[in-house]
């Protein structure tokens, strides 16, 4: 089956044509197909924006193998940022805080604002006056060795590496996501050889090689109707619809990962409301008790608030979204 039918097809169901889902398959992709995503660990994902529907690439690979791109930032946000942290350094250095410290709460919310990084010796000072301050316990006056080993402590402490995670990486490069309205623009796009964040992975010359039109049909799993997340959103508790919200927020976290949006993680962060949301819905899902005490709070759940954060996300990534074609 052609890519464009079958992505018409899924669409079509998803957004309730009233065709059958169950004379439908689950995926429509040939053997060959399969074969070519399964061996170089490289999936075709189709996203729905406000703009227009997009095809793009997505793979999953340890942290420790990704080399992230330079993200590209609008003169205007640098200037608003640089602005903003020489505001809070004026602020910080026009500070008095007396013995009894009646103006630390005060200073301990700028620092909450973003700050210029200071510099090391400065960092250092400040690393063992707080090392004494923990070991100054019986109020005696500590010798050079004591607080050498316990800023050698800290240091090994915070020297330690994490350990690597399986993270998202899509067709892009400097915080754009490249989207195409076809597969054979996308196809196309892939054999030029222009640089990406995905050229870096060993299976990419592969890719390059061997993709053909046919081959991009995104999975029912890898396909996001983003543009009716907040319309769906907005009729209410009762019509919502937790396959479009679920998937919805998982595409929304690989690319606010990837793509390095703030907003999109912090809106979308355990705790969230949105990330309240989401663990409702699931919950309704899976039926029984607690399927029923979940249906009860997704009636509690500000739908009004719930849309305006999700315009908030899918708005950011539209922004991110670059329209190759």
């Known amino acids: 089956m052609a890519a464009d039918e079958s992505s018409g097809q899924r669409s079509s169901g998803l957004r309730g044509s009233g065709d059958d889902p169950a004379e439908e398959s689950e995926d429509s992709r040939a053997e060959s197909t399969e074969a070519l995503w399964s061996e170089v660990g490289i999936d075709p994902v189709e996203i729905a924006l406000p703009g227009g529907v997009g095809y793009t690439l997505r793979a999953y690979r340890s942290s420790a193998e990704l080399e992230p791109s330079e993200i590209e930032r609008d003169a205007e946000d640098l200037d608003d ?14 500070l008095t805080v007396d013995a009894e410290g009646e103006s630390l709460d005060e200073a301990d919310e700028l620092l909450e604002e973003p700050t210029p990084r200071r510099s090391r010796r400065s960092q250092d000072e400040d690393d063992e006056d707080m090392a004494a301050d923990a070991l100054d316990q019986d109020d005696r006056e500590l010798t050079d060795e004591e607080i050498e080993a316990a800023l050698a402590e800290e240091d090994e402490e915070e020297e330690e590496p994490a350990e690597p995670e399986e993270v998202p990486i899509f ?31 060993d299976t990419w010359s592969d890719l390059t090689s061997r993709v053909t039109v046919e081959d991009i049909v995104a999975r029912d799993e890898d396909s996001y109707e983003l543009d009716l997340v907040v319309e769906n959103l907005r009729g209410g508790s009762d019509a919502w619809d937790p396959a479009l919200l679920l998937k919805a927020g998982e595409v ?16 979308l962060a355990s705790g969230s409301p949105l990330d309240d949301l989401d663990e409702a819905l699931r919950a309704s899902e899976s039926g029984g008790v607690g399927g029923f005490f979940a249906k009860r709070k997704l009636r509690k759940i500000a739908a009004q608030q719930a849309s305006l954060a999700w315009r908030t996300v899918i708005g950011k990534i539209a922004a991110a979204a670059d329209w190759r074609d």
């Open 81 to 94: 940022f640089d602005a903003a942290a020489a505001a809070v350094a004026r602020r910080r250095r026009s």
């Open 171 to 201: 067709l892009g490069r400097n915080g754009r996501l490249y989207l195409f309205h076809s597969p054979e623009k996308l196809v196309e796009f892939v054999r030029s050889g222009v640089e990406t964040d995905l050229s870096q992975l």
């Open 252 to 267: 929304a976290r690989d690319l606010g990962y990837a793509l390095r949006l703030d907003t999109v993680l912090n809106a």
